[in-house]
């Protein structure tokens, strides 16, 4: 496994949750250089990139998310955080990071993913 999502649990609507996202030692090195993004996916539904954060530092959101979470990156530490406030039933999924390319195409193979469930 390249990337280690975690965080997840159950939430009432309204309330928080962090997650964070560690690229193994194996892709380590090409971490830095890498747009890095968080994706969600529920049962049936294609995995959907929500937030993304570039080398450079600058972030991207859907509008569904903005306002609400928070992408952010340590390099040193070869990680990649979201910060989700507001949770609301809508986002319940499985939350995966990876790199990505403009566009939204993924880069790396996926790893293991975290699940938010949030309750109404």
């Known amino acids: 496994v390249q990337l280690q999502a975690s965080g997840g649990g159950l939430v009432q609507a309204g309330g928080s949750l962090r997650l964070s996202c560690v690229a193994s030692r194996s892709i380590s090195s090409v971490f830095n250089p890498n747009h890095m993004g968080w994706y969600r996916q529920v049962p049936g539904k294609e995995r959907e990139l929500i937030a993304g954060i570039t080398s450079g530092g600058v972030t991207h959101y859907t509008d569904s998310v903005r306002g609400r979470f928070t992408i952010s990156r340590n390099n040193g530490r070869k990680t990649v955080y979201l910060q989700m406030n507001s949770l609301k039933p809508e986002d319940t999924a499985v939350y995966y990071c990876?790199?990505?390319?403009?566009?939204?195409?993924?880069?790396?193979?996926w790893g293991q993913g975290t699940q938010v469930t949030v309750s109404s």
């Open positions: 990876n790199a990505y390319r403009p566009g939204g195409t993924y880069v790396w193979d």
